[in-house]
T-cell receptor, first 109, second 115 residues
Framework: SQQGEEDPQALSIQEGENATMNCSYK?????LQWYRQNSGRGLVHLIL?????REKHSGRLRVTLDTSKKSSSLLITASRAADTASYFC?????????FGEGTQLTVNP | DVKVTQSSRYLVKRTGEKVFLECVQD?????MFWYRQDPGLGLRLIYF???????EKGDIPEGYSVSREKKERFSLILESASTNQTSMYLC??????????????FGPGTRLTVL
């Protein structure tokens, strides 16, 4: 079964709005990563947050991690049409990553 | 920048054919991975490798094999392609990090259709 599960499965917003995606996982982790995938392409790493961190920023991205609830969120502020993509969280299982099914984000111009 | 390349973006093969998918990375990464991605199922790990000539089964290795003769190259082999192997195949690589799982760098993907 998948370690990480994203919520919602799909999200549609207007340009300029903020987008929030959530990820829940089951077992203890050393880090949690977020990836982005444009349609028909490979995944691109966005941000990694370690288990001893609660919040991390990178440009318009803000990631939070709550290890007590085994959950993480990815916030994209001031969204743009170019942010349209699928977003995946990835958690560790042994020495490998396990990906969720992703959130499909559509940003309408 | 890390570059992971895959031999084909699109591939069409017939049932029963032997299919080779090649992946090359230029960052001297120890770890390499093969995933398949299907709608509603997300990314599923087929095989991975921590070193040359070394391989480990992932979650769905049946019907696949791999080869890693050189550090930079990781090949996925479909011995006898079947229609249920029609999918997007993604290769990835990462540094060896004994403390935790490191960032993975992905290739552009190969969309394989088996007729």
């Amino acid at each position: 079964s998948q370690q990480g599960e994203e919520d919602p499965q799909a999200l549609s917003i207007q340009e300029g709005e903020n987008a929030t995606m959530n990820c829940s996982y089951k077992t203890s982790i050393n880090n949690l990563q977020w990836y982005r995938q444009n349609s028909g392409r490979g995944l691109v790493h966005l941000i990694l947050i370690r288990s001893n961190e609660r919040e991390k920023h990178s440009g318009r991205l803000r990631v939070t991690l709550d290890t007590s609830k085994k959950s993480s969120s990815l916030l994209i502020t001031a969204s743009r049409a170019a942010d349209t993509a699928s977003y995946f969280c990835a958690t560790e299982g042994g020495s490998r990553l396990t990906f969720g099914e992703g959130t499909q984000l559509t940003v309408n111009p | 920048d890390v570059k992971v390349t895959q031999s084909s973006r699109y591939l069409v093969k017939r049932t029963g054919e032997k299919v080779f998918l090649e992946c090359v990375q230029d960052m001297d990464h120890e770890n390499m991975f093969w995933y398949r991605q299907d709608p509603g199922l997300g990314l599923r790990l087929i095989y991975f490798s921590y070193d040359v000539k070394m391989k480990e089964k992932g979650d769905i290795p049946e019907g696949y094999s791999v080869s890693r003769e050189k550090k930079e190259r990781f090949s996925l082999i479909l011995e006898s392609a079947s229609t249920n192997q029609t999918s997007m195949y993604l290769c990835a690589s990462s540094f060896q990090n004994l403390a935790s799982t490191d960032t993975q760098y992905f290739g552009p993907g190969t969309r394989l259709t088996v007729l």
